[in-house]
């Protein structure tokens, strides 16, 4: 089983779809699943005003809110990452341009999967649960140094801009051949895409169908 995870570390259901994702394999016993965290950046367009600040302040902004109706708005989101054991804190969110975790995981995908996979949980978990502002090597390299990996070659990929910078690109590219619009969007198999944090029995289903079975199998 392969699954391709197009995501990126600032979207809530990224992090839902990923343990929606997660309990479907479990619920089949697969536990050998090639996952590979594709590269989606979700907004190329942050403005250097914007970094750092609470992510609730930049959603008022943007849709010409109040904060306190903002917040009110990720209460439902964060309600349904309560209930996979996510404990998102959106007012201690910070707004951060995410190119530089794409980078940083993608060479992290170039030890393993696994580490991949570690690193990704990382790094949502800083931007969603603990309030850690991203933006910045050292952020990066200490959620690379608890995922297990180095921390001083994690460093210095996230300081050159241009490290890995291909290999995100090639992500983007490949997720606009697939018509990918919005995230998370998983394929299994290479053969059946699921957009969305669906239920777990969603993936299930999509998963039997990627590998010739059906429900009634």
């Known amino acids: ?19 929606h994702l997660e309990g479907a394999l479990a619920e089949l016993g697969i536990s050998d699943a090639e996952i590979r965290f594709r590269s989606f950046v979700l907004d190329p367009t942050v403005a250097d005003s914007d970094l750092g600040t609470p992510s609730t302040v930049n959603l008022a902004a943007k849709k010409g809110m109040s904060v306190a109706d903002a917040e009110r708005m990720t209460q439902a989101v964060a309600y349904r990452a ?13 707004v951060v341009r ?3 975790a794409h980078r940083l995981l993608q060479w992290a ?8 996979a570690r690193l990704k949980e990382e790094l949502m978990r800083d931007y969603f649960c603990e309030g850690v502002n991203l933006n910045g090597a050292d952020a990066l390299a200490d959620a690379a140094a608890r995922a297990g990996l180095d921390r001083e ?6 300081s050159d801009p241009t490290a890995f910078n291909s290999e995100v690109e090639s992500d983007v590219a490949y997720a606009q051949k697939l018509n990918v ?6 394929v299994f198999n290479n ?8 239920p777990v029995a969603t993936f299930a289903a999509a998963m039997r169908e990627s590998m010739g079975e059906t429900s009634g199998e």
């Open 82 to 94: 309560s209930q996979v054991g996510i404990q998102m804190e959106f007012t201690k969110a910070k």
């Open 109 to 116: 995908r170039a030890q393993s999967l696994e580490a991949a």
């Open 98 to 100: 995410t190119r530089d």
């Open 191 to 198: 053969r059946i895409g699921l957009s969305g944090a669906q």
């Open 153 to 158: 070659a994690a460093h210095a990929v996230a």
């Open 1 to 19: 089983m392969t699954v391709d995870v197009f995501s990126d570390i600032t979207c809530p259901f990224c992090y839902i779809g990923k343990r």
């Open 181 to 186: 619009r919005g995230v998370p969007f998983f």
